[in-house]
């Protein structure tokens, strides 16, 4: 079973629920990955055999994509992975699962005092797997 296709669950941790297919992913953001299922365990990590990869079309057209966001991205702590709809999130914790490391970091201040289920930062809404950012500190 996909672990994303779950959707909400109880206890106040949020998955989104979409269609993960890579057929899917190709078509809504030009991601084609080199595998179809994503590991939903850290065990399941280690054992995988092929390569993890990814080729994006840069220039592809995105018409559903928000505007930029006018701040930098939120990043794991283990891999900088950055917040995105596929990170799984406890609201009554303030902590966010990154789902390329499994690595559960805190939000930040500013995000912890407001995002709850019903105010979510864009980075979380589902139709918005890939956002710009304009970074606000040099260095990327």
């Not at 079973?1 to 030009?30: F, H, I, N, R, V």
């Not at 999130?89 to 303030?94: G, M, T």
Request: net charge negative; aromatic share 12%.
């Amino acid at each position: 079973m996909d672990p994303y296709a779950a959707g909400m669950q109880g206890g106040g941790y949020y998955m989104p629920q979409e269609d993960t297919s890579p057929l899917a992913l190709e078509e809504k953001d030009g991601l084609r990955m080199s595998w179809g299922v994503w590991p939903s365990s850290r065990i399941e990590v280690t054992r995988i055999v092929v390569p993890v990869a990814g080729l994006y079309t840069p220039l592809r057209r995105i018409e559903t994509m928000p505007a930029p966001l006018e701040y930098d991205p939120i990043r794991c702590n283990g891999c900088g992975g950055v917040l995105n709809p596929y990170c799984s999130v406890d609201f009554r914790s303030k902590v966010w699962t990154c789902p390329f490391c499994m690595n559960r970091n805190h939000f930040p201040p500013h995000y912890a005092e407001n995002i709850s289920e019903q105010n979510l930062p864009v980075e979380l809404f589902q139709q918005y797997t890939t956002v710009e950012y304009e970074l606000q500190r040099n260095g990327g």
